[in-house]
Every structure is written in structure tokens, then in C-alpha cells.
């Protein structure tokens, strides 16, 4: 991964789930052995809508930090929620987010790089600046600071700009079909980070795109003939093995990202990955 020309974040959405935890385990040896130091968690992980699993992906990382003794990993972690279903369900006064946040730094420590702002879908103006205002509070410690999953960042925007926050990591999806960088075109891309996630549009094989021999799938919603035709074309120029190192590539290609998320669900695919990066850039 040392060649990548983009950050790279380790996606732990599934661990406690459908990845278990010696899963997990064996694909952090892989990154971390292999440079990797970016990792991206959040309190409502795994999204299993089962509420045993709240913070599980948090606990199998911090479980991993403590047998193996790590200190300079760069963990982003996402902080707000307080459900673990599909449905936004969020929490944002100073003494739920503060508790969130004593309890990373407790468990994790120096490994804490990033807290962000999780699905947030509130408009209210002091709510939002309340919001910001602990953000800044965090900031000024240097820990850098986020948002993900954002229904109105105008107001967030605007009430930033007020606060005078410097640098601001944010959450996008973006790949091959589509992207959101739009919705936080009110921030300056130049000064602050913004991450891709959702890159191989949750798991997209080449098999779900084509019926057969590079003819569309009717029954896919996502993928029009026009961006069919162009995967089928990358795939041949660039000879690449999968959608998903597809997926990786037009990440690096894109100017606007800092780095992107990456999920592999076991140490075969992390392999594959590390060896795609280490090929191809």
C-alpha cells in the first residue's frame, strides 16, 4: 500500500456481524503489517439492527489495540448515534457526544485521530451550533474533527464558518457511478479532507451488472448502459481483476478525495488489495 497516491481508511461497518471478530483481527495484521493506520469506526457499528451489536466493531478494534499493544493507529471514529438500525436516530447534546468521546479516548487513547458527527438529520439552528460549538471545543484540543452522513450542511457551514474551524474531515459517497462531494460544496475542498465511501457501490460485483457476456442486467437499478459500457471498457483497458480494484482506481483518480474506505470482509480479499495497490501505483 505504500505506493497508493491516496489515504486509505480500513472500513470496520461489518466486524461483529457478517466479518467476526478473529476476521477482523486477521485483516487489521494484514493492514496495519502493511502501513495501514487509517481506521474508520463509529458507536452505531456494526448496522446489524441488532441492539446487542451497538459498538461492537469498536470494541473487536479496541480489543485488537490491546493485545497487540498499538499506539499510532489514526482511528476515526463517528459518534452521535444511539441506534444501530437503519434509521437515523441521533443524540447530540454535549453529554451524550462527551460521553462518546471520554469513552474512545479511554479505551483507545493516542489512537484517536478523528471524531465526527454521524447522520445527523437535524435543522435546528442552535441545536446545530451546539453542535459545533463541542466540535470546536475537540479541535482545539487537536483532535481533528467531521461530519458524515449530514442532511443540512448549510447550517453546519454556516455556524463553522462563525467559529473559525480550521481543517474539517468529511464523509462522501463517491464512486464509479455517482457522487455526493456536491453536498458539502459550501466547504472549501482546498483546505479541508473529504474521504469516499461506498466505493464499489456497497459491494457491486461485475456478475450484478451483467446478465452475461457484458450485456446489461435488467433487473440493476444503479448501473446505466452508457456507465456499463464504460466498466466494461476500463476493465479490458486496465486488465483490472474485479470490480472492486475498478472501484479503487477511480478513487486514487479523483482529485477532490483525501483517501477513501475500503471494506475487505477477510484476510483473502485484504490480501488483494494490498497487492492491487502495490502493482498498480
Request: a positive charge; one cysteine or more; aromatic letters at 14%.
Amino acid at each position: 500500500m505504500k505506493k497508493t497516491m491516496k489515504h486509505i481508511s480500513l472500513g470496520s461497518a461489518y466486524w461483529g456481524w457478517s466479518v467476526s471478530e478473529n476476521e477482523a483481527y486477521e485483516i487489521l495484521d494484514l493492514f496495519y503489517g502493511n502501513g495501514g493506520r487509517f481506521i474508520d469506526t463509529a458507536f452505531n457499528y456494526p448496522i446489524s439492527s441488532i441492539t446487542t451489536d451497538l459498538n461492537k466493531s469498536f470494541v473487536i478494534l479496541s480489543n485488537w489495540i490491546k493485545i497487540n499493544k498499538v499506539n499510532d493507529l489514526k482511528i476515526n471514529y463517528k459518534i452521535g448515534s444511539i441506534s444501530n438500525s437503519l434509521i437515523a436516530k441521533n443524540n447530540t447534546s454535549e453529554k451524550y457526544l462527551r460521553d462518546q468521546l471520554n469513552y474512545a479516548l479511554d479505551v483507545s487513547g493516542s489512537n484517536i485521530y478523528s471524531i465526527m458527527i454521524h447522520w445527523d438529520n437535524s435543522k435546528s439552528v442552535n441545536k446545530i451550533n451546539n453542535t459545533c460549538v463541542f466540535l470546536k471545543k475537540i479541535q482545539d484540543t487537536k483532535i481533528r474533527v467531521g461530519l458524515s452522513g449530514i442532511k443540512y450542511p448549510k447550517m453546519y457551514a454556516e455556524s463553522m464558518s462563525s467559529l473559525n474551524f480550521s481543517s474539517i474531515d468529511f464523509q462522501v459517497k463517491s464512486n464509479f457511478v455517482h457522487s455526493n462531494l456536491n453536498h458539502y460544496k459550501l466547504f472549501d475542498s482546498n483546505i479541508n479532507r473529504f474521504w469516499a465511501y461506498g466505493i464499489s457501490l456497497g459491494g457491486l460485483k461485475i456478475k450484478d451488472i451483467y446478465a452475461n457476456n457484458y450485456s446489461l442486467n435488467p433487473k440493476h437499478r444503479l448501473v446505466t448502459q452508457s456507465i456499463a459500457d464504460k466498466i466494461k471498457t476500463d476493465m479490458n483497458k486496465y486488465k483490472f481483476n474485479s470490480f472492486y480494484e475498478l472501484s479503487m482506481a477511480t478513487a486514487e483518480k479523483n482529485d477532490s478525495l483525501y483517501g477513501y474506505i475500503i471494506g475487505p470482509s477477510n484476510k483473502f480479499q485484504m490480501k488483494d488489495i494490498i497487492k492491487f495497490l502495490d502493482s498498480k501505483f
